[in-house]
């Protein structure tokens, strides 16, 4: 009932910038927490951002001071803006929210999203 689609990935040169997006859609009641991961090849999958409903932030050491994470609550929309990419920020990047579709749906599920690369080079 309930879909991730991320958008906004694409080719960029080291130094440059680019803002990820991701539309919730379907039956959604609340939304309770929105995160970004990414998986390199050959890795793991690692948070990148954080976004939860009290409004804390967390990133990982090594996109701090350069991502920022942001929400949009009327459009059920999270964003993941890039400054400053590094040929390591190279990946996939996945959405990921923790959705309940009723007041009686809990505790919240969890929803991926489809993927979107990100690939920073010269």
């Known amino acids: 009932q309930v879909q991730l689609v991320e958008s906004g990935g694409g080719l960029v040169q080291p130094g440059g910038s680019l803002r990820l997006s991701c539309a919730a859609s379907?039956?959604?009641?609340?939304?309770?927490?929105m995160n970004w991961y990414r998986q390199a090849p050959g890795k793991g999958r690692d948070l990148v951002a954080s976004f939860d409903s009290g409004g804390s932030t967390n990133y990982a050491d090594s996109v701090k001071g350069r991502f920022t994470i942001s929400r949009d609550n009327a459009k059920n929309t999270a964003y993941l803006q890039m400054n400053s990419l590094k040929p390591e920020d190279t990946a996939v990047y996945f959405c990921?929210?923790?959705?309940?579709?009723?007041?009686?749906?809990?505790?919240?599920?969890?929803?991926w999203g489809q993927g979107t690369q990100v690939t920073v080079s010269s």
């Open positions: 379907g039956s959604i009641f609340r939304i309770y927490a």
């Open positions: 990921n929210a923790a959705v309940a579709v009723s007041y009686s749906d809990l505790p919240p599920k969890n929803y």
